[in-house]
């Protein structure tokens, strides 16, 4: 079993940056890729970006530009940073990666989610 652990989330004015991270631990044998999804207050769930364990990257119209994904594989990490925030970037942001467990094993999980609110 694994398990994914966000942070970094919180309040910052239109216009700020914030930086948020993505911790996997558990039984892990190798990661795949890793992304970032974000839920505003009754929306759906959306993609925002994904990382290759290669660092090939892709991101939502809406943020490219202003968001980078990034990611640290000997630490089993993935990162988002956020630029020129709006406040239509508030929501939730939740990771997902696939994983490998030492079992070999590959499944999906999801952290429990950071809330980032952004003021206008």
């Known amino acids: 079993q694994a398990q994914l652990v966000e942070s970094g989330g919180g309040l910052v004015q239109a216009g700020g940056c914030l930086r948020i991270?993505?911790?996997?631990?558990?039984?892990?044998?190798?990661?795949?890729?890793m992304a970032w999804y974000r839920q505003a207050p009754g929306n759906q769930r959306e993609f925002v970006a994904s990382?290759?364990?290669?660092?090939?990257?892709v991101y939502a119209d809406s943020v490219k530009g202003r968001f980078t994904i990034s990611r640290d594989n000997a630490k089993n990490m993935v990162y988002l940073l956020m630029n020129s925030l709006k406040p239509e970037d508030t929501g939730v942001y939740y990771c997902?990666?696939?994983?490998?467990?030492?079992?070999?094993?590959?499944?999906?999980?999801w952290g429990q989610g950071t809330q980032v609110t952004v003021s206008s």
């Open positions: 991270t993505c911790a996997a631990s558990g039984s892990i044998f190798s990661i795949n890729g």
């Open positions: 997902n990666a696939e994983i490998i467990a030492t079992t070999r094993a590959l499944s999906n999980y």
């Open positions: 990382i290759t364990s290669g660092g090939s990257t």
